[in-house]
Antibody
Framework: EVQLVESGGGLVQPGGSLRLSCAASGFTFSGYWMHWVRQTPGKGLVWVSDISTDGSESRYADAVKGRFTISRDNAKNTLYLQMNSLTAEDTAMYHC?????????????????WGRGTLVTVSS | EIVMTQSPATLSVSPGERATLSCRASQSVSSNLAWYQQKPGQAPRLLIYGSSNRATGIPARFSGSGSGTEFTLTISSLQSEDFAVYYCQQYNKWPPLTFGGGTKVEIK
């Protein structure tokens, strides 16, 4: 059974840092691109970042570029999101998600598995 | 960035009735559109990709259609477990991947 379990969220002061983790199981983690998506009641679902299977490529939403770093450890089947210089705007539930590709294996067509998320609250 | 707009925000439907949800893109996304279902306290679940392809294990009562800028998710006969929030997402031009604001399907 595929499982994605996030951890590391919590209450942090503005300007602070947090490192989120996403533990993957039930599939060959190293074979999949992985993403982070955050969710708030006001803004809904917002894409944050993605990372290639070997970690050599990554991309970021403009709102987090330069502050967040995505990484992965394929030996530990774990995805990470290092978040620095946090602001109230970063308050959200953070989900990790596995990419589903088309039959060629080359193109994104959706997220076939998501974690339930870890809540990050930025407040003084 | 492609903006996705869903309507209505809330849809009140009786069990057994048909539900039709709409999603509009600010520019053409071809057929590169997915739909997700989310229940309270749960992660989103992929329903449809490629505008009309059901994901693994999704019942046939869920169907998707459309291309370009106008898309529809239809639930042919609502079951109790279908009351949830539904999101569309475009993946034609990204990053960023973008989602609609959601449609809540509630019991009438």
């Amino acid at each position: 059974e595929v499982q994605l379990v996030e951890s590391g969220g919590g209450l942090v002061q503005p300007g602070g840092s947090l490192r989120l983790s996403c533990a993957a199981s039930g599939f060959t983690f190293s074979g999949y691109w992985m993403h982070w998506v955050r969710q708030t009641p006001g803004k809904g679902l917002v894409w944050v970042s993605d990372i290639s299977t070997d970690g050599s490529e990554s991309r970021y939403a403009d709102a987090v570029k330069g502050r967040f770093t995505i990484s992965r450890d394929n030996a530990k089947n774990t995805l990470y999101l290092q978040m620095n210089s946090l602001t109230a705007e970063d308050t959200a539930m953070y989900h990790c998600a596995r990419v589903k590709t088309d039959s060629s294996g080359n193109y994104y067509v959706g997220y076939d598995y998501w974690g339930r998320g870890t809540l990050v609250t930025v407040s003084s | 960035e492609i903006v996705m707009t869903q309507s209505p925000a809330t849809l009140s439907v009786s069990p057994g009735e048909r539900a039709t949800l709409s999603c509009r893109a600010s520019q053409s996304v071809s057929s590169n559109l997915a739909w997700y279902q989310q229940k309270p306290g749960q992660a989103p679940r992929l329903l449809i990709y490629g505008s009309s392809n059901r994901a693994t294990g999704i019942p046939a009562r869920f169907s998707g259609s459309g291309s370009g800028t106008e898309f529809t998710l239809t639930i042919s006969s609502l079951q109790s477990e279908d009351f949830a929030v539904y999101y569309c997402q475009q993946y034609n031009k990204w990053p960023p991947l973008t989602f609609g604001g959601g449609t809540k399907v509630e019991i009438k």
